[in-house]
């Protein structure tokens, strides 16, 4: 890793760019990884790179979900793993949903490299590596998981997924918790729930709000009922605009 001075005005982006190509180099990130990173870099700078009072309120309305879940699922890719899987062991742990990794640019070495970094981070029973089912209408790897896990899941947390995948995934009926930089993305516009913040804020804020509602039935139908999707999108989009207009 490349040394950063702290002081340095743009270190956070910059140490996230650093644990992205760390990962890269390591196996974890799929070249095209590096590109949806810097895709998001530029939503997230048009956000303010800051977590905006919208994404608080998807986030709540995400936890509610999670703590509402019988199977709850956490899907996780190789900039996911790359950046914050001690986030997703914790979120884990906190709502009893299982891990599995999911690949779009699958690969046994990537996925077991994966698994790996998770398990360092204190996940048991990662699932993935060995799919025996298939998400409909996705062809070929894209659609391998596995039975127990994204297949049966009745909530699945999709943090930068694929539009796709996306869909195929509410196609099969599941409720879906994206998080994704991006308000005008496939992913953000069809999950039940959509998270517009960069990832390693967005699952400290879902974990920090399931402990919080965690055995009050009450309020996560109130995170629920308050939550519209679609506002919540254009007012996310409302801001860009201001931002971009100078005001
Ligand atoms: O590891 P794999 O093979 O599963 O591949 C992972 C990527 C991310 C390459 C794959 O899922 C992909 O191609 O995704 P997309 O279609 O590029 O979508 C990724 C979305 O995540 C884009 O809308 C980005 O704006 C957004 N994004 C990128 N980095 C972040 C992000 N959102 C939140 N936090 C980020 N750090």
Redesign the pocket.
């Known amino acids: 890793m490349s040394e950063i001075p702290k002081t340095h005005s743009r270190y956070a982006s910059l140490a996230?760019r650093e644990r992205l190509v760390d990962g890269f180099l390591s196996g974890l990130?799929?070249p095209?990884?590096l590109?949806?990173?810097g895709?998001?870099?530029?939503?997230?700078y048009l956000l303010g790179e800051r977590t905006t009072k919208e994404a608080r309120a998807a986030a709540r309305a995400g936890a509610a979900l999670l703590l509402g879940a019988e199977h709850p699922v956490i899907s996780v890719?190789?900039?996911v793993a790359a950046?914050c899987p001690g986030d997703v062991v914790r979120l884990a742990d906190a709502t009893g949903a299982r891990i599995e990794v999911?690949?779009?640019?699958?690969s046994d070495d990537?996925l077991s490299k994966i698994q790996t970094v998770l398990e360092e981070h204190g996940a048991k029973d990662v699932l993935g590596f060995l799919p025996d089912a298939s998400i409909p209408s996705l062809e070929g790897p894209r659609g391998m998981c596995t039975r127990d896990g994204i297949f049966s899941a009745d909530v699945v947390l999709v943090?930068?997924?694929?539009?796709d995948?996306a869909e195929a995934l509410v196609s099969m009926g599941k409720k879906t918790i994206a998080?994704?930089?991006?308000p005008m993305?496939r992913?953000?516009r069809m999950s039940t729930v959509s998270i517009v913040?960069?990832?390693?804020h967005?699952l400290p804020e879902l974990l920090s709000c399931v402990e919080d509602m965690d055995g009050d039935a009450e309020e996560c139908a109130r995170a629920l009922s308050r939550y519209d999707r679609d506002e919540n999108l254009r007012q996310v989009m409302a801001r860009i605009g201001e931002n971009l207009a100078g005001r």
């Open positions: 996230l990130v799929a095209q990884g590109i949806a990173h895709r998001g870099e530029m939503f997230y890719n190789g900039n950046l999911g690949l779009f640019h699958r990537r943090p930068l997924e694929d539009g995948r998080v994704d930089l991006n993305s992913t953000s913040d960069e990832v390693t967005a």
